[in-house]
C-alpha cells in the first residue's frame, strides 16, 4: 500500500509541474508578442492571471508566487504601442 501512495503522489506532482512549466511558458510566450507590438501588455497579463486562477496555480502557489512568474516574464521590456495604434 505505501508504494501505491507514493505512485498517485507522485503522478499529482508530475501533473502540477507540466501545468507550471506551461504557465511560464505562456507567459513568456506572450510577453515577446506584447514587446512585438503584436498583443496588448495589460490584457495578456490579465488573462494570464485569469488561466492561473482556473488551473489552481494561485491557490497551490499563492499570489506572490503567480506575481513573480508574471513579473519575471514581462521585467526589463520595451513595450511599444499595439500596431493598431500606431497605424
Known amino acids: 500500500m505505501i508504494e501505491q501512495g507514493r505512485e498517485l503522489i507522485e503522478a499529482w506532482r508530475a501533473v502540477a509541474n507540466a501545468k507550471l512549466?506551461?504557465?511560464r511558458r505562456q507567459c513568456w510566450r506572450l510577453a515577446l508578442q506584447s514587446r512585438q507590438g503584436i498583443i496588448d501588455k495589460t490584457?495578456?497579463?490579465d488573462?494570464?492571471?485569469e488561466i492561473a486562477i482556473a488551473h489552481a496555480l494561485v491557490r497551490a502557489l499563492g499570489?506572490?508566487?503567480v506575481q513573480a512568474i508574471l513579473d519575471e516574464a514581462f521585467a526589463d521590456?520595451?513595450?511599444r504601442p499595439m500596431r493598431s495604434e500606431v497605424a
Do not use: N, P, T
Open 43 to 45: 490584457a495578456a497579463i
Open 47 to 49: 488573462r494570464l492571471w
Open 63 to 65: 499570489e506572490d508566487r
Open 77 to 79: 521590456a520595451d513595450f
Open 21 to 23: 512549466v506551461e504557465y
